[in-house]
């Protein structure tokens, strides 16, 4: 079955520099959902988007932002980057309804700020 | 607002152990609950939820019930394996108006170590 795929899987970015990851959902999945997962840590959520609007918003900071596009992509802008920043960034997709609330992760993006 | 709460590892067992790993929650109203595991350099995979008082979400041998009077949702397994040891997150979703949900609040996960 296919799955969330995110690109790229690996990103070595110095300080203050900009990033962008990727994230394609699984097919007829309208739903994107980030997370930030430091290290040893429990995921943290971002920022979610439904049909290109943002749905819900958690512990994302101004310096990020994100958008989900006509095809349901996502990206997930970060500028400014610190050290703090680096973490394994997931997006995670689901279909939504009244009895879906499954979320399915994609493998993430390692992002390392030196 | 919403927090789950899980017991903190390493868990350590041998091979063929029973396990039991805790989770109890907070939130309004009547969320949906779920157990994520994450295996080393690896994403997160669904495992197991419920989505009701009283339901019982099941997969691969693991179990977990929707007790909303005690707000918990342990995980169980009658014999693990080598092959299970992991990080094991609890998880919750908020019920919104309209159906759907929202970003998941997990527990601190608890790393499982299941030894020959």
């Known amino acids: 079955a296919a799955g969330v795929i995110q690109s790229p899987r690996h990103l070595i970015k110095e300080k203050r520099e900009t990033a962008t990851l990727k994230c394609y959902p699984i097919?007829?999945?309208?739903?994107v959902y980030w997370y930030q997962q430091g290290p040893g840590q429990d995921p943290q959520f971002l920022i979610s988007f439904y049909e290109k609007m943002q749905s819900d918003k958690g512990s994302i900071p101004d310096r990020f932002s994100a958008q989900q596009f006509s095809d349901y992509h996502s990206e997930l802008n970060m500028s400014s980057l610190e050290l703090g920043d680096s973490a394994l960034y997931f997006c995670?997709?689901?279909?939504?309804?009244?009895?879906?609330?499954?979320?399915?992760f994609g493998p993430g993006t390692r992002l390392t700020v030196t | 607002g919403n927090s789950v709460t899980q017991m903190e590892g390493p868990v350590t067992l041998s091979e063929e152990a029973f396990l039991t790993i805790n989770c109890t929650y907070t939130a309004t109203g009547y969320p949906s609950l779920f157990w994520y595991v994450q295996y080393p350099g690896e994403g997160l995979q669904l495992l197991l939820k419920a989505t009701k008082a009283d339901d019982k979400g099941s997969n691969k041998g693991f179990e977990a019930t929707y007790r909303k009077e005690t707000t918990s949702f342990h995980l169980e397994k009658g014999s693990v394996q080598v092959s299970d040891s992991a990080v094991y997150f609890c998880a919750l979703s908020p019920v919104v108006s309209g159906g759907g949900a929202d970003g998941l609040t997990f527990g601190k996960g608890t790393h499982l170590i299941i030894q020959p």
């Open positions: 995670a997709s689901s279909r939504r309804g009244p009895h879906s609330y499954e979320q399915y």
């Open positions: 097919p007829r999945h309208d739903t």
